[in-house]
């Protein structure tokens, strides 16, 4: 038995150095920035630069304490909250009690000078029980509350700001679970971690928290050693829970996919980790799918498939993803009838297992499929478990019609769900966002309204952008932990000298510092955040940006198109250029590329290329956006073509009812309907250019040019109805807020 629990162990090693090797190889030739290399064997974490030695300070910081600690006989006492010896001290225990009780944190600060360390160390605890932060069940808030302070409760954001006062005003001797928890809050964390370092056996909710810390400020190599140095230095018994989090937290915070593999392989290794949950691998598994090569994949399959291989998760990772590349051309994909027999074999019938199973399966179907699939998912849960849906299928219905962009659909939902439904403000962002997609010339009046209703006139801001779609937008500016020092840049047809010459400074510093820092820190850049750059760089610094995308596994098919496509936005562009493209690329786009390409091909009366790609559209799945673009793009392709039947006969197959229509279309129908006379004119009266048609080819344009000015005075009653309807509907949803939020229930309404 033993001998085959060492066969095992060194098969498993072998599996991950064959992964480690492929993952090494796929880093040969990417950009030259200095990265990390891993030991497998050793399971331990190289510096391949001196530049780490500050950093290396810090880990010293961390794992010698913990050593001498561990090795002394107990010299340094941790104490317990509200522990004290001394009977005298109880009356300001019981004062102190009061006071936090009362929240009458002023005068808790006006005695700073009273209060010793085992006072604040009560206090600060009495303080997490106020606020509900001592519940046994959260291992760690996941993002600290002073970075979040404009979306967190009042009441917790009060408490936060009391105890940075009451922290910097004492000096405390040792350190406790509980300053800890203070210095993540507060997102300071070189404090974080002195306290930490004072603590004897730290228990997994602390280590936690100083893990957490450093994956939320994207300091990943950072995370790297302190990630190492702990779990093999530390006594404690680490769970699954605790790599149930690390896992989550570093694929949302956009580690490199290297990192993550590193942690998985470091874990499965220690005799003091406990196997990891299946979700966590899982996990694990669609980033492989996501970021891996195919030999990557097919090695960590094998390295999981003794443990996990039938687990219905994994199963259901494996399965999605065969769905997802059979029609990789596709946003929307097609389910077929085994498919859905796939689905229903691999449920498991137990009620928690089932509720993941359908959560992954419905995050699936929001991003791949429609409604009527996710409903299917749905009436799976309830037909197989006998329960009503949970809170996250609630959330999920909201996200589906945010992302397809249906705001009556949501509204709503949330209208026969506000007696059974709490609110939540994450819900109303989810309102809020849709509402400024579909209505985005009317989103500051909806902005103002909601920020009014809150008492925060800030909570949502509003960016005006260049778009005749989209001219307002939520604010979301640079995420400064993320990207410190960068500046945003200017996108727009007319910009100053001063402007464009801004955009130019802004691109050297992210290609000279901004990626290079990133990349050393172990965190992957945002796609939009590259595509921006990418779009103002010039051809060697595009280069070099093809680099880092390769470097972070960026450069999939996908992200490749449009970076071919918008370097062939460039003056030099040839017709010859065009075709040239087409010829190699036109079965090798989805319908977001072609759209960007049809354009191109249309400026340059390449109308054949256009019509052929124009025909392989999925107009099944467009949203209303789409709609209205592929209408411009069509009647410009049969006006080049001198087909006024086919103009009549789009337009009028084209319906505004149930459209959440743009002026987009009223402005670009008034310039076709300009082209279209100005040729007529040409045909009929001559000019420089002349343009023949025939008697019967200029009365149908002529029966076209009446067709096009019915349709955009069909366009302009429906944007006036708009003009009326849509502040009755501001008014309706801060009615069903107001009526929400005044129910306390917390029950599930039925979807």
């Known amino acids: 038995m033993i001998v085959n629990r060492r066969i095992h162990v060194y098969c498993r090693r072998r599996e991950i150095q064959k992964i480690v090797e492929r993952i090494r190889c796929n880093q040969a030739g990417s950009c030259s920035i200095p990265r990390r290399s891993f030991k497998t064997s050793l399971c331990v974490c190289q510096d391949s630069s001196s530049s780490s030695r500050s950093s290396g300070v810090l880990v010293n910081w961390i794992s010698n304490p913990i050593r001498s600690i ?105 350190a406790t679970a509980n300053y800890v928890w203070v210095y993540y809050h507060l997102n300071n964390v070189e404090k974080l971690v002195e306290s930490f370092t004072s603590i004897k056996n730290p228990d997994k909710q602390t280590i936690a928290y100083v893990l957490n810390s450093l994956m939320v400020n994207y300091e990943f190599e950072m995370f790297k050693r302190v990630y190492h140095n702990l779990i093999i230095n530390t006594n404690t018994r680490l769970s699954a829970d605790l790599f149930s989090l690390i896992t989550t937290q570093l694929i949302a915070n956009d580690c490199l996919f290297e990192t993550l593999f590193y942690c998985y392989q470091l874990w499965i290794n220690l005799p003091n980790c406990d196997p990891p949950e299946a979700e966590s691998v899982s996990m694990i598994l669609n980033e492989f799918y996501k970021y891996g090569t195919i030999h990557e994949i097919r090695d960590f399959k094998r390295l999981i498939s003794k443990q996990f291989g039938q687990d219905y998760l994994i199963q259901s990772v494996i399965f999605q993803h065969e769905i997802i590349n059979r029609e990789y051309l596709l946003f929307k994909k097609n389910l077929c009838d085994s498919d859905y027999d796939m689905i229903e074999a691999l449920m498991p019938p137990e009620g928690e297992k089932a509720a993941k199973f359908c959560q992954l399966w419905v995050k699936f179907m929001i991003r791949y499929s429609n409604l009527e699939n996710l409903k299917y998912i749905i009436r799976l849960y309830k037909d197989k478990t006998g329960e009503e849906e949970s809170l996250n299928f609630f959330r999920s219905f909201l996200e589906y019609y945010m992302r397809h962009k249906q705001l009556l659909s949501l509204l709503k939902l949330i209208e026969a769900s506000t007696k059974t439904v709490p609110y939540k403000e994450e819900y109303l962002k989810l309102l809020v966002e849709t509402f400024t997609v579909c209505y985005s010339r009317f989103a500051p009046i909806l902005v103002e309204a909601v920020n009014r209703w809150l008492q925060k006139p800030d909570f949502f801001k509003l960016q005006k952008v260049e778009s005749q779609f989209f001219p307002f937008r939520l604010l979301e500016p640079l995420n400064t932990r993320k990207y410190k020092d960068w500046s945003n840049m200017k996108f727009r047809s007319r910009l100053s000298q001063a402007q464009r010459e801004q955009n130019k400074l802004e691109v050297r510093f992210r290609i000279d510092q901004g990626f290079p ?35 972070t596994r960026q450069h999939n098919w996908k992200n490749q198109k449009i970076l071919e496509l918008r370097s062939l936005q460039h003056p030099t562009l040839t017709q010859e250029h065009l075709l040239k ?49 592929k209408l411009v793009l069509e009647l410009r392709m049969y006006l080049a073509q001198n087909n006024f039947q086919a103009m009549i006969e789009v337009i009028n197959n084209f319906s505004l009812n149930g459209l959440y229509l743009s002026p987009y279309l009223q402005t670009q129908c008034f310039y076709i309907e300009s082209m279209l006379r100005t040729k007529l004119r040409k045909a009929q009266f001559g000019g420089t250019t002349n343009i023949e048609l025939s008697e019967k080819e200029l009365a149908l344009g002529k029966r076209c040019l009446l067709t096009i000015k019915d349709f955009i005075a069909d366009i302009k009653a429906h944007l006036q109805k708009s003009e009326e309807e849509v502040p009755v509907l501001i008014e309706r949803i801060i009615k069903v807020l107001d009526e929400w939020k005044s129910n306390g229930q917390h029950y599930v309404a039925p979807l």
């Open 517 to 551: 820092v990133l990349l050393n820190k172990g965190a992957r850049p945002d796609i939009q955040v590259v595509f921006d750059t990418f779009t103002e760089a010039d051809l060697s610094d595009k280069l070099i940006i093809k680099k880092i995308l390769t470097r």
């Open 581 to 629: 493209y087409f010829r190699y690329n036109k079965d090798q786009l989805n319908d977001s590329h072609k759209f960007l390409f049809i354009r191109m091909l249309l400026n340059f009366n390449l109308t054949q290329e256009a019509s052929y790609l124009l025909e392989t559209i999925d107009v099944l799945n467009m949203n209303d956006k789409n709609k209205m673009i």
């Open 70 to 174: 561990e090795k002394s006989s107990g010299n340094l006492r941790v104490k317990k909250a509200g522990n004290t010896s001394n009977s005298k001290n109880a009356k300001i225990y019981q004062e102190l009690d009061i006071l936090v009780a009362r929240r009458d944190y002023a005068q808790i600060l006006a005695r700073s000078s009273e209060l010793n360390f085992d006072l604040v160390n009560f206090i600060i605890s009495k303080v997490r029980d106020s606020i509900g932060s001592n519940k046994e069940e959260i291992l760690v808030e996941k993002v600290p509350y002073s970075l979040n302070m404009v979306t967190t409760p009042d009441l917790t954001r009060e408490a936060i700001d009391f105890l940075s006062k009451l922290v910097a005003m004492t000096t405390p001797t040792t």
